[in-house]
């Protein structure tokens, strides 16, 4: 089980990296999505670009999302500390049971 959260939170950073846009700085969406926080990408990985509201950001989005377990959490700042420009988040599917 845990490795399996370990390779779906690789595979998830890695899809992220691979959709990134050098030339703005930030992920470019999905074609055919509209740009609204958080940005999906493929149900797996999600792309949270507002730093100063991301724990009210995430809490809302864990509360809609019931079936879905955060995995990893990963700050994008490219120039250190304190520049913080957005979040990745990585999620699996869980059971839920009632």
């Known amino acids: 089980m845990k490795t ?3 390779v779906t939170a690789f595979i ?3 899809a992220a990296l691979l959709c990134w846009d050098y030339e703005v700085g930030r992920p470019e969406p999905p074609t055919g999505t ?23 950001e995430l809490s809302s989005f864990i509360k809609s999302h019931p079936d ?6 990963a700050p994008l700042d490219s120039l250190g ?3 913080t420009r957005g979040y990745w988040v990585v999620v699996e599917k869980r059971e839920i049971t009632k």
Do not use: Q
């Open 4 to 6: 399996a959260a370990i």
């Open 34 to 56: 509209s740009e609204k926080i958080p940005v999906s990408y493929g149900g797996i990985v999600y792309y949270f670009e507002s730093p100063t509201a991301f724990g009210v």
């Open 12 to 14: 998830g950073l890695l």
């Open 81 to 83: 500390h304190g520049s």
């Open 68 to 73: 879905l377990r955060v995995v990893s959490v």
